[in-house]
């Protein structure tokens, strides 16, 4: 099922908008060659060639110039060295002409919720290199924003949407890794404002149309980073995420919340319906955290001229924000929201497989925010 959904994802991003699809071959390949033709062959478990290797992937996509075989996990299943060293066979078998007309463009894209597993990390690369095979890994968080990186200027409506529904597919079917370790992207040119010098209140704040297309409540994300001039310059840790409607803040109704953060009773919340699958079962914001968001949307409507009674509105808050600078090195400015596993950036998870029970790996979880900033400092992220 996966599998299903990932090749209709790319299937209709290839049949909706043939530039974005290039665009997005571009940055699987790392391949600026451009294609003329929009021939491409969808195959789930293709059989034609396992006569010459000895595993069928999960999925083949090719055309006359490229060949990409898919193999996803994401269900517990683990990668192993005989069924990726298949694939790269399969990758270069020969076709029922006699030769391999896919040599100049191959590549073995695995796709995971996590990393790649460390212990099969150098051997995989030695066989791409032997096979003259790239391999690229991606998660499924990286394989969502690399589309909408490749889709940034679609003018299609219907692409947007598949957009939007691949990324709560993702969410839904818990292929987005653990929550403690991923940070929510958000761009804020001008929200970070909102949050310099505001720290009085003990929160910091920041909001985003609810029902809006390219805007999504993610539940898997614990962390909040702000983006504006090329990097990611602020960070804080969620606390509460509430939804409002009319601008009215006090009926808000709260959807997450960090298990000791203090919130209003149930009775305290002027009967305010919870949304369907709630994290916390109270439904009010506390008058602290209510004082800050008016606060917030005060300075909103006075200084930048914002609407925040014309549509609902997501409200975070958070932990007030630790200054960082985590910059974005490619070009062009992102396209909405990204998700990040902070464990991946930091590189913490590299030492998982070393890690004992006397010596425990340390992973995002374990540090302070004020830790994960400084560490950001030395990273940077395309």
């Known amino acids: 099922m996966i599998t299903d959904n990932v090749v209709y994802f790319l299937k209709m991003i290839q049949k909706l908008d043939g530039r974005s699809y290039d665009a997005l071959l571009v940055e ?3 391949d600026d060659e451009s294609q003329a033709d929009f021939d491409d062959v969808f195959e789930l478990q293709p059989a034609s060639l396992k006569q010459h290797a000895h595993s069928v992937p999960d999925a083949c996509i090719e055309r006359d110039s490229y060949k990409i075989v ?3 996990k994401g269900n517990g ?3 192993t060295e005989p069924q990726l060293e298949g694939h790269m066979e399969y990758l270069t078998a020969e076709g029922s002409t006699g030769h391999n007309e896919h040599k100049d463009h191959r590549l073995l894209l695995t796709l995971d ?3 790649f597993p460390a212990d099969l990390l150098e051997k995989t690369k030695r066989a ?3 096979n003259s095979v790239q391999w690229n890994h991606l998660t499924f968080v990286d394989l969502a924003s690399l589309a909408r990186q490749a889709c940034a200027e679609t003018t299609s409506e219907i692409l947007l949407n598949i957009l939007d529904e691949f990324d709560n597919y993702l969410d ?3 292929l987005i890794p653990s929550t403690d370790v991923i940070m929510k992207m958000v761009l804020a040119g001008k929200a970070h404002q909102l949050n310099e010098n505001a720290s009085s209140n003990g929160y910091g704040v920041y909001f985003h149309p609810a029902e809006r297309r390219g805007y999504s409540f993610n539940r898997n994300a614990s962390m909040l980073g702000m983006y504006w001039q090329k990097s990611i310059r602020a960070i804080a840790r969620i606390q509460t995420v509430a939804k409002m409607v009319n601008g009215d803040v006090r009926s808000a109704q709260v959807i997450f919340s960090e298990p000791d953060v203090p919130i209003a009773d149930e009775d305290e919340s002027q009967n305010a319906e919870t949304e369907v699958g709630p994290i916390t079962t109270a439904t009010a914001l506390s008058e602290d955290q209510i004082a800050a968001a008016s606060h917030a949307i005060d ?9 925040l009674h014309h549509e609902p509105y997501y409200v975070y808050l958070t932990e007030p924000f630790v200054q960082t600078d985590f910059p974005k090195t490619s070009p062009r400015a992102p396209f909405g929201v990204r998700l990040f596993n902070l464990d991946e950036e930091l590189h913490l998870d590299e030492s998982s497989s ?5 010596n425990p790996t340390v992973g995002v979880k374990d540090l302070c925010t004020q830790e994960i900033a400084d560490k950001l400092r030395n990273c940077s992220w395309k």
Do not use: I, P, Y
Not at 299 to 307: C, K, Q
């Open 28 to 30: 699987l390949f790392g």
């Open 70 to 72: 898919v193999e996803t």
């Open 77 to 79: 299943a683990k990668f």
């Open 113 to 115: 919720v996590g990393a």
């Open 128 to 130: 791409a290199k032997d």
């Open 172 to 174: 839904c079917e818990k």
């Open 299 to 307: 300075r909103a409507e006075r200084e930048f001229g914002w609407n």
């Open 354 to 358: 070393s890690s004992t029970r006397s």
